[in-house]
């Protein structure tokens, strides 16, 4: 992703290409999915939906649509906490992101905290929706890994972003809601097939916000 000059600049540009608005949700920030730095691929048999998991998973698709959504609320409350602690360290990333979205959080992170910006407030995930499930494993060397596609609504008007001096870089007129396309991938899905889904890619969606 290209430098940007202002500090204004770059937390609303990583947070597009990760969750637009305060831009703090950044969920994609840069780790695109057209990205191939081993960004997992989807089997041409991945089942397709447009549906939230069941509460009551029945079929080995519904419990990975459940864990991955799972590790979409963690991922969020992980990029949430280091963002307004300086001093947590970046390394919390590798527990709730891989491939090119971990790199990307990591730098954009190392980036904001150089500048001297830290984060006040929650991000919130209204809703999700699974858009496909793949649970082929036969080639993780080459990203053919189990992967859930979901799009996630989040809201960030509870969450601010602020300089050494308390005040605010975030553009007034930013979208305090929208939707970010997720890819959620299980690097170890032979020795953890529940816990291992890690956030892998994303990107932001031009849609109409969710509603509350």
Do not use: H
């Not at 190392?110 to 494993?137: C, F, H, P, W």
């Amino acid at each position: 992703m290209e430098q940007l000059d202002s500090a204004m600049v770059k937390f609303s540009r990583a947070f597009s290409v990760a969750t637009a608005g305060l831009m703090l949700a950044a969920v994609a920030a840069c780790g695109s999915d057209n990205d191939t730095d081993s960004t997992p691929t989807r089997s041409p048999g991945a089942r397709e939906t447009i549906t939230s998991p069941s509460p009551s998973p029945t079929s080995p698709e519904d419990e990975a649509s459940a864990s991955a959504v799972e590790a979409v609320t963690t991922y969020y409350a992980t990029i949430d906490s280091l963002r307004q602690d300086p001093e947590a360290p970046i390394s919390n990333l590798e527990a709730v992101a891989v491939s090119t979205q971990l790199s990307a959080q990591q730098k954009f992170l190392a980036s904001q905290r150089n500048d001297g910006l830290y984060q006040v407030g929650d991000t919130k995930v209204i809703e999700t929706k699974i858009q496909s499930v793949s649970l082929d494993n036969s080639d993780p060397s080459t990203g053919r890994v189990p992967s859930v596609t979901i799009d996630v609504c989040w809201d960030v008007s509870g969450a601010d972003l602020l300089d050494v001096d308390g005040k605010s870089v975030v553009p007034s007129d930013r979208a305090d809601r929208g939707w970010t396309r997720l890819t959620v991938a299980n690097y170890t899905w032979d020795t953890d097939p529940k816990g291992g889904w890690r956030i892998a890619g994303g990107k932001d969606m031009e849609k109409s916000p969710c509603t509350a």
